[in-house]
Nanobody, 121 residues
Framework: QLQLVESGGGLVQSGGSLRLSCAAS????????IGWFRQAPGKEREGVSC????????YYADSVKGRFTISRDNAKNTLYLQMNSLKPEDTAVYYC??????????????WGKGTLVTVSS
């Protein structure tokens, strides 16, 4: 059974940090690119960051560059998102998603249920 389970969300003050985790099961983890997405209240879901499986290349949305760091532990089948210098506009439900291939040009085919991050001002 393909599954992605996010954890690590919570309430944090502006300027604080959180680390999100996404535990994967049911597929060959290191074959696929995987990423983080978020959806703020009243807004469309947007891509935050993703990491390939082929060479570890990463992508970051402009809004999080320099503040967020994506990483993957292939031994633990786990994806991480270290979020520093958090801002109220980072408040959203954060989802991890698996791509259908090893690069970002593939569509996403498995989604987690999300974890809520709330940043207070």
């Amino acid at each position: 059974q393909l599954q992605l389970v996010e954890s690590g969300g919570g309430l944090v003050q502006s300027g604080g940090s959180l680390r999100l985790s996404c535990a994967a099961s049911g597929f060959t983890w290191d074959y696929y690119a995987i990423g983080w997405f978020r959806q703020a209240p009243g807004k469309e879901r947007e891509g935050v960051s993703c990491i390939s499986s082929s060479d570890g290349s990463t992508y970051y949305a402009d809004s999080v560059k320099g503040r967020f760091t994506i990483s993957r532990d292939n031994a633990k089948n786990t994806l991480y998102l270290q979020m520093n210098s958090l801002k109220p506009e980072d408040t959203a439900v954060y989802y991890c998603a698996k791509y259908a291939g090893n690069w970002f040009n593939y569509g996403m085919d498995v989604w987690g249920k999300g974890t809520l991050v709330t940043v207070s001002s």
